[in-house]
């Protein structure tokens, strides 16, 4: 089974666990703590990953690590999974919980890529654009800076994506040119 599958599965059966229990808000905060630990300590993450570790040393590096830190429902959570040894997709079980609450909660997460920081007004008009797109109640705009776009400005929400940088227009007219 893909292993987006495997942690949608696990991300659900946890956020179901929170609503139920009322912690919702307390496991969307340890998870995200959870991924931003792993994406920052790349030793972490490859032993988490490496078949070679033992399970118990994985299941005492996450102890040590995470026991004092999230909530004790959230280190049950975490002790199961390293149970079924499936630490290897921990990284992917909260990135697909997160997604979830996003969902459950209407927020959309979009990325701003321009050559300058955005101002206040542009901010909101790329964050009203986004609602109008999907509906949304809220967007968490992420603001890149590159560069190499010239100018405009490149809006990622997804799988779509709204080039509006000089950079692409000059291609469109050298590609017209050439033709």
Same mark, same amino acid.
Request: glycine share 4%.
């Given at each position: 089974?893909?292993? =987006?599958?495997? /942690?949608?599965?696990?991300? &659900?059966?946890?956020?179901? %666990?929170?609503?139920?229990?009322?912690? *919702?808000?307390?496991?969307?905060?340890?998870?995200?703590?959870?991924?931003?630990?792993?994406?920052?300590?790349?030793?972490?993450?490859?032993?988490?990953?490496?078949?070679?570790?033992?399970?118990?040393?994985?299941?005492?590096?996450?102890?040590?690590?995470?026991?004092?830190?999230?909530?004790?429902?959230?280190?049950?959570?975490?002790?199961?999974?390293?149970?079924?040894?499936?630490?290897?997709?921990? =990284?992917?079980? /909260?990135?697909?919980?997160? &997604?979830?609450?996003?969902? %459950?909660?209407?927020?959309?997460?979009? *990325?701003?890529?321009?050559?300058?920081?955005?101002?206040?007004?542009?901010?909101?008009?790329?964050?009203?654009?986004?609602?109008?797109?999907?509906?949304?109640?809220?967007?968490?705009?992420?603001?890149?800076?590159?560069?190499?776009?010239?100018?405009?400005?490149?809006?990622?929400?997804?799988?779509?994506?709204?080039?509006?940088?000089?950079?692409?227009?000059?291609?469109?007219?050298?590609?017209?040119?050439?033709?």
């Amino acid at each position: 089974m893909a292993i =987006d599958t495997v /942690a949608a599965r696990y991300a &659900k059966s946890l956020l179901d %666990l929170a609503q139920e229990q009322g912690l *919702t808000e307390t496991m969307y905060k340890d998870m995200q703590f959870f991924k931003n630990t792993v994406d920052q300590s790349r030793p972490l993450m490859l032993m988490l990953k490496n078949p070679i570790v033992r399970a118990e040393k994985k299941s005492a590096v996450i102890k040590a690590a995470f026991t004092n830190r999230v909530n004790p429902i959230t280190m049950a959570f975490f002790e199961i999974i390293a149970k079924k040894n499936r630490e290897g997709i921990m =990284d992917a079980i /909260a990135e697909q919980f997160i &997604k979830q609450y996003d969902k %459950l909660k209407g927020v959309e997460r979009a *990325t701003v890529i321009t050559t300058v920081p955005l101002t206040a007004p542009q901010r909101e008009k790329f964050r009203s654009m986004v609602m109008q797109s999907t509906g949304c109640k809220s967007v968490e705009l992420e603001e890149k800076l590159d560069s190499n776009l010239i100018g405009g400005y490149v809006l990622r929400l997804g799988d779509r994506q709204v080039d509006g940088s000089i950079r692409s227009q000059l291609n469109d007219l050298r590609l017209k040119f050439l033709n």
